[in-house]
């Protein structure tokens, strides 16, 4: 009996490595062409995102930049972030087209249906963010100035802050998918995480407390949504833990 060469058997492996890379180059062209098109408005874009605080900032008060470059950089910072952030529905889908002819035809189904709404669930949270969140966040914070203090941001630390709080809450909408992963391989049951239900609620008003102004409104509307997501979780969790079953 004659053995395999060595070079075919890793052939298939090199094959994969070239498919990755031709994924990956498609993801960064993708990513760039958008780019394109966000960065002729990133001024525009950042005027948008800059507009809860300007609402709420004192009258004749203004943003500011301190550094040289930053009324051209950060604006352009933005634009690529918008850019990745827009581009995240067709990387996705080259990282499924990767990944699904490995998978079989009930984890397909599983991880489907997961990835499209982790997807809409991220989306969501920013969403969030921006329409609830940040006018509470920042009419607190303004009114919040010892007298004689003027509210002058810096555009590019506004940015920053901005972003921590859109990664924050995109993640936090991510609850009812980890619940369902948990689930579906075994890690724990639905019937454990419902016992552990109050200390999920302590957790949800605690993570709020740190993500919002102190006060108990702000503090509710993030940590409420984030205990329905769990338990919205731990609903759709059955049809995941009868697959893991069956498995």
């Known amino acids: 009996m004659t053995n395999q060469p060595e070079h075919l058997g890793e052939q298939p492996f090199i094959s994969h ?55 051209f950089f950060t604006p352009i910072k ?35 249906p997961l990835l499209l709404a982790s997807t809409l669930l991220f989306y969501a949270g920013a969403a969030f963010a921006y329409f609830v969140v940040f006018p509470l966040v920042f009419g607190y914070l303004t009114s919040a100035a010892p007298a004689g ?28 998918i980890f619940t369902i992963v948990l689930v579906w391989t075994g890690i724990t049951t639905r019937e454990s995480l419902a016992e552990k239900r109050p200390y999920v609620i302590v957790g949800v008003f605690v993570v709020a407390m740190f993500l919002t102004p102190p006060d108990a409104l702000s503090q509710t509307l ?7 997501l769990f338990e919205s979780g731990l609903l759709f969790s059955r049809f995941f833990a009868g697959k893991q079953r069956e498995r």
């Open 17 to 71: 490595l070239i498919e990755l890379r031709d994924r990956l180059l498609r993801v960064v062209l993708c990513v760039l062409l958008v780019f394109v098109g966000t960065a002729l408005y990133a001024n525009e874009i950042y005027q948008y995102l800059a507009e809860p605080l300007l609402q709420h900032m004192p009258k004749n008060s203004t943003m500011i930049a301190i550094d040289v470059a930053s009324p």
């Open 78 to 112: 933005l634009a690529f972030v918008v850019a990745v952030f827009a581009s995240v529905p067709y990387i996705l889908f080259q990282f499924w087209g990767f990944i699904a002819p490995g998978l079989y035809r009930h984890e397909r189904l599983m991880v489907l």
């Open 149 to 176: 203090v003027a509210v002058m941001t810096d555009i590019a630390t506004y940015l920053d802050f901005i972003l921590a709080l859109f990664f924050a809450f995109g993640v936090s909408f991510e609850i009812p």
């Open 222 to 228: 993030l940590a409420v949504p984030m205990w329905l």
